[in-house]
């Protein structure tokens, strides 16, 4: 259905005056409206059957809620002044059609699901419209979507959020016709689902005694006891409540890794048998589930009741971050692996995993994990969710498994928005809206028929840095309604303004209900680029999704009023200075404040050729991020720096000319908690010729640690055209550190050249 519709969208792609006025998201596959519309009018919906009357009070509620009556009436036949619901087999699973004309709205669809999507749309196509004078565009509307797994997770073992809270996240999803929502129910830091045969988890461990405060790297801690917990009566009111809006509750209950809080509960089911406690700090801990047989019944226990509340298909069993420490040291652990004949603690992991997929499977369950589950093998019938970038999930799906993509480039919602300094406090990263919407779930990589094993995807929110639910809707608004439009497979990058026309007519909506959304989105971007025209100097160029002539600027470092000059062409900066700016509209700044200060110094634009390519992610600029003249942020990771993961940096700059140096100056990043560590080691080096070159210093581990990162050498003039520079990475991360075992992430800026 979806493939007939998308080639009937490409042939009728001429779409009529008022498509442009409806904010409909995600933009279905086919709309031609014309000038006419349908008013509501104590309108009847028919139903048929009756179960279809849930769906039906969703909607109601909206238009109750602009203050007409609205009634149900399971009356069979056609009605004028009526929606109608039929139910058609000739339709596809999820898809609907929607027939709008002046007397009558037909809503067509062969199942319940596809009945709920149309209500969605024709609630979207009230937006903005007056309350009292509620009118539909008559025209016709024929809609599937593409993926099967369009989801959004979240985190409440860091911080915790009500049922009521949980409702509303329902809600937020089934608005924007997302299908499944993952549950991160149990961590370290807490445990969230009661199980009755195991009381001591939640009496024990769903309370903590204090928590980090301020970022991770500060370490710094309250002692407030915080926690909470659902019982298993509040977790079936959420999954009924799901149900209803056709969504899907995927639990999460973490393994072997991420333990500490069952472990503080039932210390037997560890390597060590404790004491612990609940955890304060986030990150990744040593002490995790022992693979023996007292923990094997333990989680089957638990698993069992699991799965007994939650219906649908998959179980995830969390499976990454999982430290080998206590495994290395545990007896029982290094005797069940030579009676199993695994060659180390990686072939433990995945005989654990699949201990544990057996008897799901014996249940009538899949489960599902994050990639780490690939090492050592990954269980015969297991999903797997690939969030370390997309090779987890590109090997999955080489291997014939299901795949749910969600990498933290695009996906993590716990990354900021916006410029750090006027956003609230997160755990790092940058991914604005734009970033969102671009996003390509099925990797370039695969074959045709590899890709048919990826579900689709889904974005995280985890909650270290958010503390409350209004917090969390700021981190879902609006990037949320960018994913459903890729997940649903109408999502154009490459014209982008047109969906963020619509999204910006959400906001009015959001703000009725008091929903607390991000405003990044009306922050002024910029780009930098060289000067080939000029020496040492780059060109920059201010956006804005709004009316990029409203955009003023100053560069003296005082503050931009809507009588400074307007930005209308690439400025040309030759000099160091700091780039303010803001969106104006009738003489009210209407965006944050836009600043950037720039080193302009004798590399700046110069040639640099990298051994090494920066990781796709982190690669803004390419190689010319090293000389475009800008400091990176330490909170702008995401931005700022080029990004290299498990390698060297070497990059060899050529200065054009031989030039007089004395000084040069490299800074680097070090963020833990993201698997970003300084270099262990930086080496300076000079030529004249780019054959023969000279060290001039180099710059060990100790000394770098000492200067936070900032690489810096003054010393006697020498003569030089080129400039080479090696970092070298600092390797494998360590036992007890987050992405323990995984290779770390070396993060350079500007080399500074005078």
């Known amino acids: 259905m979806y493939r007939k519709l998308s080639l009937f969208f490409l042939l009728c792609s001429t779409w009529m005056w008022a498509q442009q006025e409806y904010p409909l998201i995600p933009q279905p596959q086919f709309v031609a409206f014309q000038e006419d519309f349908f008013t509501i009018d104590e309108t009847i919906i028919l139903t048929a059957p009756l179960e279809m009357d849930a769906e039906a009070e969703v909607f109601i509620n909206e238009v109750r809620a602009r203050k007409k009556a609205l009634y149900i009436s399971n009356k069979a036949g056609v009605v004028e002044n009526a929606i109608v619901v039929q139910l058609e087999t000739s339709i596809a699973p999820e898809a609907y059609v929607l027939e709008i004309n002046p007397k009558v709205v037909f809503l067509k669809a062969s199942d319940y699901t596809g009945v709920q999507y149309g209500f969605q749309t024709l609630t979207q196509l009230l937006l903005g419209v007056p309350k009292n004078q509620l009118k539909l565009p008559c025209g016709i509307i024929k809609d599937a979507p593409r993926f099967k797994w369009r989801g959004m997770h979240l985190d409440v073992s860091r911080h915790f959020f009500p049922k009521e809270a949980i409702f509303k996240y329902i809600d937020y999803l ?48 309250n002692t407030e006891r915080y926690g909470g917990f659902y019982t298993q009566e509040e977790i079936r009111e959420v999954v009924n409540y799901a149900r209803i809006r056709h969504i899907t509750v995927v639990p999460e209950n973490e393994m072997p890794g991420h333990a500490r809080a069952a472990l503080a509960a039932y210390p037997q089911v560890s390597c060590t048998g404790g004491p612990f406690e609940v955890a304060k700090e986030w990150g990744v801990l040593e002490d995790v589930f022992c693979p023996k047989e007292e923990t094997f019944t333990f989680l089957q226990d638990v698993l069992t009741e699991v799965m007994a509340l939650f219906p649908g298909q998959y179980i995830h069993i969390g499976g990454d971050e999982c430290p080998k420490t206590r495994w290395k040291a545990c007896p029982n652990c290094q005797k069940r692996m030579k009676d199993n004949n695994l060659k180390d603690e990686h072939e433990l992991q995945s ?350 581990q100790s000394e770098i640690q000492q200067a936070k990162g900032t690489i810096d050498w003054k010393g006697k003039k020498v003569k030089a055209q080129f400039i080479k520079v090696t970092a070298k990475n600092k390797g494998k991360i360590q036992e007890g550190m987050p992405g323990a075992g995984n290779g770390s992430w070396l993060f350079v800026d500007e080399l500074i050249v005078e």
């Not at 924007?176 to 199980?195: A, P, V």
């Not at 490459?494 to 989105?521: G, L, P």
Request: one cysteine or more; a negative charge; glycine letters at 8%.
């Open 351 to 700: 005989y654990f995993i699949q201990r544990i997929e057996k008897f799901v499977n014996s249940k009538g369950k899949k489960i599902i994990g994050w990639d780490e589950i690939l090492e050592g093998g990954l269980a015969p019938n297991a999903a797997v969710m690939s969030w370390r970038g997309t090779e987890g999930g590109i090997a999955a799906a080489q291997q014939k498994h299901q795949v749910v993509m969600t990498p933290g480039s695009h996906c993590y919602f716990d990354h900021y928005q916006g410029e750090p300094k006027n956003e609230p406090l997160a755990i790092g990263g940058y991914t604005p809206l734009e970033k969102v919407y671009s996003y390509q779930p099925i990797p370039s990589e695969l074959t045709s028929e590899e890709a048919t094993y990826i579900l689709g995807a889904q974005a995280n929110v985890w909650t270290e840095y958010i503390p409350t639910f209004e917090q969390v809707e700021y981190m879902i608004f609006p990037r949320m309604t960018a994913l459903s439009e890729v997940l649903w497979g109408t999502a154009n990058p490459n014209n982008y303004s047109n969906y963020f026309n619509r999204v910006t007519q959400h906001f009015k909506d959001w703000e009725t209900k008091k929903i607390n959304f991000s405003k990044a989105v009306f922050e002024i971007t910029a780009e930098v680029m060289p000067n080939p025209g000029g020496e040492n100097g780059v060109m920059y160029v201010l956006k804005s999704n709004q009316n990029p002539a409203n955009i003023h600027y100053t560069l003296d470092g005082s503050q931009p009023t809507a009588q400074s000059p307007t930005f209308s062409s690439a400025l040309t900066i030759q000099q160091s200075q700091k780039v303010k700016a803001a969106y104006f509209e009738n003489e009210m700044q209407k965006s944050a404040l836009s600043e950037q200060a720039f080193t302009i110094h004798k590399a700046t634009s110069c040639l640099v050729n990298l051994q090494n390519q920066p990781d796709k992610r982190y690669n803004t600029g390419g190689a010319f991020a090293l000389v475009n003249g800008v400091k990176g942020d330490p909170q702008k990771f995401g931005r700022d720096w080029l990004g290299v993961w498990g390698n060297d940096l070497v990059a060899l700059i050529d200065l054009g000319k031989k030039q007089t140096i004395s000084h040069l100056n490299l800074g680097t990043l070090e963020s833990p908690s993201s698997w970003i560590y300084f270099p262990k080691e930086v080496v300076f080096e000079v030529s004249t010729d780019g054959i023969k070159f000279e060290t001039i210093q180099t710059f060990s």
């Open 174 to 221: 089934a608005a924007y016709k997302y299908n499944t929502f993952h549950w991160h129910l149990t961590d370290d830091q807490g445990w969230r689902i009661e199980i009755n045969k195991y009381p001591k988890l939640t009496e024990v461990g769903a309370w903590r005694n204090g928590s980090m405060v301020g970022h991770y790297n500060e370490q710094k801690f």
